[in-house]
C-alpha cells in the first residue's frame, strides 16, 4: 500500500479543533459534506478547495491534540487527504484515524525536512516514508497485518462488513 502526494506542512500541536471546529460539530452532523468545506480552515484557508485525492499532512508533535472528535480524521480523509505523518500524535486521534482507514505515521526525519508543496510518499506496507522533492528516505516500523488489512480495506467498520468481524478475532469464533 503506497500513498503518494503533495506535502502539506503543519506545525506542532495541531488540534482537533484546528480540523474542524467545535462550532461546526452539531450544524451537519447527519452531513459530513457540509462540514468539509470548514476542513483546517483557520490555519489553511480554502484548504478543502486545495488539496487533492491522496495529498500528505506533514506535522509536528502531538498531532490531533484535544477533543476525541471522531470527525477530525473522517473530514480529512474525506476532503482526500491519504495519509498524515508527524512526530507524534494524540492517542485518540491515532485510534479514530486507524478506525475509519486514514494512515497515520510516526517519523522524526521528515517532518524537519519537508515543505508545503514538496512530494511525500509513503510505503505503508514496508515502513518507509519518503520526501521524493528532497530525496531523504526514513524507516517507520510497520503496522501489523492486522492494521495493514484494516488500512487496506478503508477501516474497521468497511472491514467488519467485508469480514464479519474484526482481523484478531478469526481464531476466536
Request: proline share 4%.
Amino acid at each position: 500500500m503506497i500513498v503518494r502526494g503533495k506535502c502539506w506542512k503543519l506545525g506542532d500541536n495541531i488540534s482537533t479543533d484546528h480540523i474542524i471546529s467545535g462550532k461546526y460539530k452539531f450544524e451537519a452532523i447527519n452531513d459530513m459534506n457540509k462540514m468539509a468545506v470548514h476542513v483546517l480552515e483557520d490555519v489553511i484557508p480554502g484548504f478543502y478547495k486545495l488539496v487533492s485525492k491522496g495529498d500528505i499532512i506533514v506535522g509536528g508533535r502531538n498531532f490531533g491534540k484535544g477533543s476525541s472528535r471522531e470527525q477530525a480524521p473522517r473530514l480529512l480523509k474525506l476532503v482526500g487527504v491519504g495519509a498524515i505523518v508527524a512526530k507524534s500524535f494524540a492517542h485518540i486521534f491515532y485510534r479514530n484515524a486507524i478506525n475509519i482507514g486514514l494512515p497515520v505515521i510516526v517519523a522524526k526525519i521528515i517532518p524537519d525536512v519537508s515543505e508545503t508543496g514538496d512530494v511525500v510518499e509513503v510505503d505503508i506496507s514496508n515502513g518507509i516514508v519518503r520526501n521524493i522533492t528532497k530525496g531523504v528516505e526514513e524507516r517507520f516500523t510497520p503496522f501489523p497485518k492486522e492494521i495493514l488489512d484494516i488500512l487496506e480495506v478503508g477501516g474497521v467498520v468497511e472491514y467488519i462488513k467485508r469480514y464479519g468481524g474484526l482481523p484478531w478475532s478469526r481464531g476466536t469464533r
